[in-house]
């Protein structure tokens, strides 16, 4: 088994998702039902963070008073991960620059809404 196999296997196994939704934002076009909301969770100003460190944030528990059941990722750079409700990205020297990442929330009541977060890395 190559290296390259074996690392997609560990992906799957201890992040729970396909590494090939992982992408840069910038590479992606998102496809985004016209019938859902987006949101930005950080408001106007992006969050912060210096290169090589790791941004931690967590997403809300709940969006427009539904309980959120899951969140998964749309656009998430490489060396992240989620674990339910928190987001972890290990940053270094190349992502200098602003970041905008994607989620997709599933809502107790079976619909679905997306949100996005803002970093910078300086």
Aim: no cysteine.
């Amino acid at each position: 088994m190559t290296p390259f196999l074996i690392a997609i296997l560990l992906a799957v196994v201890l992040h729970g998702d396909s590494p090939a939704s992982r992408s840069f934002a910038a590479d992606v076009t998102l496809n985004i039902p016209p019938d859902t909301r987006l949101r930005t969770l950080s408001g106007a100003a992006p969050d912060t963070v210096k290169s090589g460190q790791t941004f931690i944030t967590n997403l809300p528990d709940s969006l427009y008073g539904q309980s959120v059941v899951r969140y998964r990722g749309i656009t998430l750079p490489a060396r992240s991960w989620l674990l339910k409700r928190s987001f972890f990205w290990k940053t270094s020297a190349s992502d200098r620059g602003d970041h905008e990442f994607w989620f997709r929330a599933l809502l107790k009541d079976e619909t679905t809404d997306s949100l996005s977060i803002r970093v910078t890395v300086k």
